[in-house]
């Protein structure tokens, strides 16, 4: 089972663009996907989006799992996506 760890899982629009065709593709079977971000409210509306796609798509063969420990994360992971914003989202993204 391959592991996909992606840091900065709450940059949603990016994960879904990523996590969404490692899902899309058929080839990438009994995916795991490992969801993590500092901040729990941004990583749980990534967790919720990548589980919304998984259910369109009819994936019963992949798991995604949020955390908050990076190091957790990254734990057995065959690959990573590091998706980072340096200075964080407020203000940058905002302003």
Do not use: W
């Amino acid at each position: 089972m391959p592991k996909v760890a992606f840091l900065g899982a709450g940059s949603t629009v990016f994960a879904k663009i990523v996590l969404g065709d490692c899902i899309y593709t058929p080839e990438i079977e009994n995916l795991e996907i490992a969801l993590h971000d500092i901040d729990p409210v941004r990583l749980e509306d990534s967790q919720k989006m990548i589980s919304n796609i998984l259910r369109n798509n009819g994936r019963t063969d992949v798991t995604v799992t949020p955390y908050l420990d990076r190091r957790e994360a990254l734990k057995g992971a065959g690959y990573v996506c590091n998706a980072i914003q340096v200075g964080g989202y407020d203000p940058c993204t905002i302003t």
